[in-house]
């Protein structure tokens, strides 16, 4: 990017509602932002060039960056040279520079309809169409005014650099964002992107060693608008600089800018995020870090008050990235109450039933729970030993490394059907059992099922069966045979179609999955959502209603999730418990991690 010729034939005047061209782009001045030390921020209306053949083509924003030849802007243009086209910098539609520019900061009228015109013979431009989302439409006079130095009336009549791009989407900037309150998750996100910008820059010999978050879009990737706070590396200010991201040595002048002060601006984001307010001024050497682990300890190193002490922007990097798998947006974490009795009946001295529940930790941000309950059929030792086995196997499986996704979860629930009724039929004679089971993957709930016993969702005071019965009078109702009152008394409801053990292959489609009931393989969870699984002993006596009843006042926080199931199991007593009884409840807790939290 060569430098630009300087016009001498005009003076350019910089002035509310004043119009000006630079390059092919006209604009027109809306209002003074305010300033940094040396540059002077303008929002501008991009308007249709004169020739333009679309009568009512819309204006778009733009943002006009004034400032003197030894200004940030004459940094920020060499290391425009360097980056080329750098996806994370938005591109300039134009620069120029003009010999002879005042700068009018006093409220004015429109001035006649005449354009101050800088030469384009004297411009570089670049009218490449810029990536990312559009400009806001604002058109607010005082925009960042408060957050820059107080207004001045008039400058001096000096040589200027002129830079021109588009307006960043007032409503994504960093400095909008951080008036919001963010997720650990979150907040690490933007933290990391900043630091690979910043690293990016490093690696050319240069240094950013603040931050202006007006001038920096959130997106993916994220854009900065400004580069006027970098500098070459080893380059010593001629004056002290103070800020909320700059280095406290950067007070001094006689310091040479260097890589530690970048990670220092890095550390100074993050603790204003985590913080919701930047750092004190007044710094010193013990100031309140909130104790939030790891994060804690990225802050304590990257603001430490010795440079040498800081890490340095790879290391900041890596230990940015490492900490956000820590802190996932979203945490799964589950309640587990059981009951099992064997019930009232001379005839059922052994309990038949099985369950089980397997919690483990997939990764920093994945919860995987897998809960199992079987129905043994057979009498005496028979059934007791095919629910064992149909339970156990499932138990003592290992995930498989390649599952990855929710229809391979799917495919190796499966197979373990597959697996505990060859084994079943390997080791018991005249027995079987019913199996269902749930898996849950952070958010996402599968399940697998054969038999009668069933698996309950109930949520929002609300429960709804996710598993379909097996059995011969469920057939009968579906088919419009009987009615469901009919059920509830008819002689064959213990008759089952399907089960664990009958057959010495189970064939394909023989494993019910939550297609069957639900439109999708797989099902979201939400906070407070239980997922009861119990045998027919249980639902036989306490209807789907009853089980809401008892289980809906778990949902309020001084509940305890095992006395609705021990007040269940009580029921079934009550009743008469002419069956073993069996269930498992649990409750999904879906927690955010809040930065500020």
């Known amino acids: 990017m060569s430098s630009p010729t300087i016009d001498t034939s005009n003076s350019l005047v910089i002035q509310t509602h004043s119009k000006l061209t630079i390059g092919d782009i006209p604009v027109e001045i809306i209002s003074y932002l305010g300033q940094t030390a040396d540059v002077y921020y303008f929002q501008v209306n991009i308007l249709p060039p004169d020739d333009s053949t679309t009568p009512c083509e819309p204006m778009k924003l733009g943002l006009l960056r004034v400032g003197s030849l030894d200004s940030g802007l004459s940094r920020e243009l060499q290391l425009r040279e360097i980056l080329g086209d750098y996806k994370l910098i938005a591109q300039l539609l134009a620069h120029s520079q003009a010999a002879s520019v005042t700068i009018n900061l006093e409220t004015t009228p429109p001035p006649p309809q005449e354009t101050d015109t800088v030469d384009e013979g004297s411009l570089i431009t670049d009218t490449q ?10 058109t607010s006079s005082n925009y960042l005014e408060e957050e820059y130095y107080p207004e001045v009336e008039i ?29 650990l998750e979150e907040s690490l996100f933007l933290t990391t992107q900043v630091c690979q910008f910043f690293r990016y820059i490093h690696q050319r010999n240069w240094c950013l060693i603040s931050l202006l978050p007006p001038w920096v879009q959130m997106g993916t990737p994220i854009k900065f608008f400004d580069l006027t706070t970098a500098y070459p590396l080893g380059v010593t200010l001629p004056s002290g600089l103070l800020g909320d991201y700059l280095a406290p040595e950067l007070g001094y002048s006689q310091n040479p800018i260097q890589e530690s002060m970048s990670t220092y601006t890095v550390g100074a984001l993050l603790y204003h995020i985590i913080h919701q307010h930047p750092l004190p001024q007044e710094l010193s050497l013990e100031f309140q870090i909130k104790p939030i682990p790891q994060i804690y300890q990225i802050l304590k190193i990257s603001l430490a008050p010795v440079a040498e002490q800081r890490f340095n922007l790879s290391q900041l990097l890596n230990v940015l990235v490492e900490t956000r798998k820590l802190y996932s947006t979203i945490k799964t974490q589950w309640q587990v109450a059981t009951g099992s009795t064997v019930g009232l009946s001379p005839h059922r001295l052994h309990n038949e039933d099985n369950y089980g529940v397997r919690q483990e930790q997939l990764s920093n941000s994945q ?17 007791e030993l095919a ?3 149909a339970v156990e196997i499932p138990l003592q499986t290992a995930i498989p490394p390649d599952c990855k996704t929710l229809e391979q979860y799917q495919q190796w629930l499966t197979s373990l059907f597959h697996t505990a009724n060859e084994a079943i039929n390997d080791q018991v004679k005249d027995g079987g059992t019913t199996l269902s089971m749930i898996l849950a993957i952070a958010q996402q709930l599968i399940i697998a099922h054969v038999g009668d016993s069933r698996i309950y969702l109930l949520r929002q005071g609300e429960i709804r069966q996710l598993s379909e019965d097996h059995s011969l009078v469920a057939m009968l109702v579906a088919s419009g045979q009987i009615t469901l009152e009919e059920s509830i008394d008819h002689p064959d ?21 939550l297609r069957r009931t639900t439109p999708e393989l797989s099902l979201t969870l939400e906070d407070a959502d239980i997922i009861i699984l119990c045998s027919d002993g249980v639902w036989d006596l306490v209807p789907p ?21 021990d ?22 807790t879906i927690q955010k991690n809040v930065a500020s939290g």
């Open 129 to 138: 169409e810029l990536e990312g989302e559009s400009p806001a439409e604002t």
């Open 155 to 183: 400058t001096s009549s000096t040589e200027k650099i002129l830079l021109l791009t588009d307006f960043p989407d007032q409503s994504q900037t960093i400095e909008t964002w951080l008036t919001a309150e963010h997720t």
């Open 367 to 383: 919860t995987m729970i897998l809960a199992v309950v079987a129905d043994g059929m057979g009498g005496m030792s028979h059934g």
């Open 387 to 389: 629910s064992k086995i």
């Open 493 to 513: 409801r213990n008759v089952l179609i399907k089960s664990m053990g009958s057959k010495s292959r189970l064939s394909d489609g023989y494993v019910q999955d």
């Open 545 to 565: 209603s009853d089980l809401a009843d008892i289980f809906n006042n778990c949902h309020h926080p001084d509940s305890d999730l095992q006395l609705a199931v």
């Open 567 to 588: 007040k269940t199991i009580t029921q079934v007593l009550q009743k008469g418990a002419s069956d073993n009884a069996t269930l498992v409840a649990l409750k999904c």
